[in-house]
């Protein structure tokens, strides 16, 4: 049993959400040089194809098709296209999020329905459709989704967010739970702030600056330490690992 646990990805088919920019980028990136090969999905295919392409330099098979997790027939079909492919999934990265920061008060339906949907719908449903084609296989594999350290303790100001990702977190139990027969793991990665491109344009602002103040250890994350953490759920070294959540927060939820 122990010289099975290695940290490769060797020939897994591995699908990212949101693999365009960000911690997706860097999820794909690192699987790749791990050894799998890669479903890309994203709305801006421009970006996941430019991805795809760094990925096919690391000598791995990668496509880039487009994705909107908030529609189910967009998924569906998605998972199709990557089965059709590849002939399977070992392992789906439920990656791609959406935030948009504001007093409660201040919400209106529609923007409540658009982060509930990317964050949780979108979550739910492609975990679903992923772990039907592993079951009807008879893949041992693992469902990974990006939450947030905001889905573990209070963030105010990310009122749905902080909701929506707490849910995807427990969603994460739950499925572990139920699929656990299958040799299905499914866990969740709780990032803090991670050093991409949006966070950096919100760091401008010096009230949301501030919040770093509350990370123990004093620094952002690099998008390569939560790919780190993923490429470690992954891989079977974790196959004992299953109804978590690893909040990689530099300490954030543990004071």
């Not at 569906?76 to 059709?84: G, I, N, P």
């Amino acid at each position: 049993m122990t010289s099975t646990l290695s940290f490769e990805l060797t020939d897994k088919v591995v699908i990212i959400t949101g693999a365009g920019r960000g911690i997706g980028r860097a999820i794909a990136e690192m699987c790749a040089r791990h050894g799998a090969n890669l479903a890309l999905g994203s709305r801006t295919v421009a970006e996941s194809e430019a991805v795809a392409e760094r990925c096919r330099g690391s000598g791995r098979r990668a496509v880039a098709w487009p994705l909107d997790v908030g529609s189910v027939a967009t998924i569906r079909e998605f998972v199709a296209q990557t089965l059709a492919t590849f002939g399977r999934v070992d392992v789906l990265v439920n990656n791609a999020g959406y935030n948009l920061p504001k007093p409660a008060l201040e919400y209106s339906e529609s923007e409540y329905d658009a982060i509930v949907n990317i964050n949780l719908k979108g979550v739910f449903f492609m975990s679903t459709a992923v772990a039907q084609s592993m079951i009807e296989r008879g893949i041992e594999g693992s469902i990974i989704t990006i939450t947030s350290q905001a889905g573990v303790v209070g963030a105010p100001l990310r009122s749905v967010y902080s909701a929506a990702k707490a849910g995807a977190g427990h969603l994460a139990r739950t499925l572990a739970a139920e699929w656990a027969p299958h040799r299905i793991t499914v866990n969740a990665v709780a990032p803090t702030f991670t050093r991409t491109p949006m966070l950096e344009a919100a760091l401008h602002n010096p009230d949301f600056a501030r919040n770093l103040e509350k990370v123990p250890l004093g620094r952002t994350a690099e998008p390569e330490e939560i790919a780190a953490a993923v490429v470690f759920l992954a891989s079977p070294a974790a196959r004992m690992i299953t109804g978590q959540v690893l909040c990689v927060d530099g300490g954030f939820t543990a004071v």
